[in-house]
């Protein structure tokens, strides 16, 4: 992730020293160590090809050295932009620019990036969160507010990151064919006014429009509950069309994603006891649209 020394657009131009912002690579990632490292080499071939040391090409394209070698050596995710730029000081005919497809899913942190793959996979979602809107039922206004207020405070650029992957995310809801998607939301998290009323009012209508898709259920558990099979945190479950599944609770196995059918089953069941107790999809709408009008 970026380390919050420059501007968090990326287009400030260097001083030959700078070290503009960007992505870090993640070490422990090793396709994304491997997909980095290979644009930085065809980079590198260009440039050399082209006669051109690593403070030129800089220069022509508006950043400093230290980027470029970095960008080189693997060791930082080039933006878009800079492959853009670096494609047309080289000459490249398209095909440094082209790599911006395969940089695109390693900007994404790796378990954000395996988790997009199995929702992408899946047919079927429940889900139960009870301290935070759903990300994929959150939009982008709520998520740099509730990313802002997290500790220690993010940078710029581990901001817009964060924030492009969730958002990335929220790609499910035009798949085809429409999985079907399960939501049950804690009341408390309509009534936290994250990012203040105008935000909050945005995230509401949000909930609200999702709502309304024919393959989407989201209800609201009251906090007047006197029993609540949810108490342990959230609980996540995916259901692929092999008939496989795996599913992750914070409240059971240590929060670790499981797979096994005697484990799906506790968490099914206490998804299914969280539905049985929530108010229905048809009392939700209502009730969010209630805390909306005393927004």
């Known amino acids: 992730m970026g380390d919050g020394t420059g501007h968090g657009d990326g287009t400030g131009h260097g001083d030959g020293g700078a070290d503009e912002?960007?992505?870090?690579?993640?070490?422990?990632?090793?396709?994304?160590?491997?997909?980095?490292?290979a644009v930085g080499r065809q980079i590198k071939a260009w440039r050399e090809a082209a006669g051109m040391r690593a403070c030129e090409l800089g220069a022509e394209m508006g950043?400093?050295?230290?980027?470029?070698?970095?960008?080189?050596?693997?060791?930082?995710?080039?933006?878009?932009?800079?492959?853009?730029?670096?494609d047309a000081?080289?000459?490249?005919?398209?095909?440094?620019?082209?790599?911006?497809?395969?940089?695109?899913?390693?900007?994404y942190p790796k378990k954000v990036r395996d988790l997009?793959?199995?929702?992408?996979?899946?047919?079927?979602?429940?889900?139960?969160?009870?301290?935070?809107?759903?990300?994929?039922?959150?939009?982008?206004?709520?998520?740099?507010?509730?990313?802002?207020?997290?500790?220690?405070?993010?940078?710029?650029?581990?901001?817009?990151?964060?924030?492009?992957?969730?958002?990335?995310?929220?790609?499910i809801f035009d798949r085809d064919p429409l999985p079907s998607l399960s939501f049950v939301q804690e009341e408390v998290t309509l009534r936290r006014p994250v990012g203040g009323t105008m935000v909050w009012r945005r995230q509401l209508e949000r909930l609200l429009e999702v709502g309304q898709?024919?393959?989407?259920?989201?209800?609201?558990?009251?906090?007047?509950r006197e029993e609540h099979p949810g108490t342990g945190g959230l609980i996540e479950v995916l259901k692929f069309p092999d008939g496989s599944a795996v599913g992750?609770?914070?409240?059971?196995?240590?929060?670790?994603?499981?797979?096994?059918?005697?484990?799906l089953r506790i968490l099914e069941l206490r998804c299914g006891m969280i539905r049985a107790q929530a108010l229905s999809p048809r009392e939700s709408r209502a009730f969010i649209e209630k805390v909306l009008g005393e927004t």
């Open 63 to 86: 950043y400093g050295e230290d980027l470029v070698y970095k960008v080189e050596g693997g060791r930082r995710i080039p933006r878009p932009e800079f492959l853009d730029r670096a």
């Open 21 to 37: 912002p960007g992505w870090d690579v993640d070490p422990d990632d090793e396709s994304g160590v491997a997909v980095v490292a």
């Open 213 to 224: 898709l024919r393959n989407v259920a989201i209800q609201v558990m009251p906090t007047h």
């Open 248 to 263: 992750r609770s914070e409240g059971a196995f240590g929060g670790r994603p499981v797979s096994d059918p005697r484990q």
């Open 116 to 171: 997009a793959k199995l929702e992408a996979r899946a047919v079927e979602l429940e889900a139960y969160h009870n301290h935070n809107i759903n990300g994929l039922l959150q939009t982008e206004g709520h998520m740099r507010a509730l990313f802002s207020s997290w500790l220690p405070a993010y940078t710029l650029d581990e901001m817009d990151r964060v924030v492009a992957a969730r958002l990335a995310r929220q790609a």
């Open 89 to 107: 000081v080289l000459g490249a005919g398209g095909k440094l620019a082209a790599m911006k497809t395969d940089v695109a899913e390693v900007r």
